[in-house]
């Protein structure tokens, strides 16, 4: 099974709301991701969480805030998010084995920001 | 970080081999490079992946030269399901540093 859940599907926010994005994977996965993708875009790594810990931040802003509770779900914490930010918020997850990591996306949750 | 360059778009006709390049000048010693299919709202989805010389799976073929500045994807007699975008990932699993191409869009004609 290759499968990377995401929840919700769509989601539509104001600009004051607090909302969360919701990824599982159930793969034994020991790496998990956040893409940011805007529309004719190619996908840009927003966070990695290895064996739970936080590796990578490129430099996102603070009103996007991940969590991984466990290996196998990663949350990402949206507040006070800007119109720009609409996007398709795509989660992966790899199982971190050396000589070639093969990462598998979920659906995506489509982000309307109003 | 390697920066990863690929046509805009291409067109094929049903039944045709398609090769798709991927530029990565700046590559590293220890990337691998990934080729995922993405159709419209969904994830991009795995095709294949390798290091160097050439690598074939059940569904397409990844040809990368000695010295990896770039990397071809071939797909055998594509069909009209196989219109979609197509998108090279290079990246190091000991870094977390990946960077994906900028994408071809690929439209099979009937």
């Known amino acids: 099974d290759t499968e990377v859940t995401q929840t919700p599907k769509h989601l539509v926010m104001g600009m004051t709301n607090k909302k969360s994005l919701k990824c599982e994977q159930h793969m034994g996965h020991r790496a998990m991701y956040w893409y940011k993708q805007k529309a004719k875009k190619p996908p840009e790594l927003m966070f990695v969480y290895s064996y739970e810990k936080l590796s990578i931040n490129e430099s996102v802003p603070s009103r996007f805030s991940p969590e991984c509770p466990n290996s196998s779900l990663l949350n990402l914490h949206l507040h006070a998010l800007q119109p720009e930010d609409s996007a398709l918020y795509l989660c992966?997850?790899?199982?971190?084995?050396?000589?070639?990591?093969?990462?598998?996306f979920g659906p995506g949750t489509r982000l309307t920001v109003l | 970080l390697a920066k990863t360059t690929q046509p805009i778009s291409m067109d094929s006709y049903e039944g045709q081999e398609v090769n798709i390049t991927c530029s990565h000048n700046n590559i590293a010693t220890n990337d691998y490079i990934t080729w995922y299919q993405q159709f419209p709202s969904q994830g991009p989805r795995f095709i294949i992946q390798g290091y160097k010389t050439k690598v074939t799976n059940e569904v397409a073929s990844l040809f990368i030269p000695a010295d990896r500045k770039s990397s071809t994807l071939s797909l055998p007699r594509v069909s009209l399901s196989d219109t979609a975008v197509y998108y090279c990932l290079v990246g190091d699993e000991g870094t977390y540093k990946y960077i994906f191409g900028t994408g071809t869009r690929l439209k099979v004609l009937a």
């Open positions: 992966a997850s790899s199982l971190m084995t050396s000589g070639g990591d093969t990462q598998y």
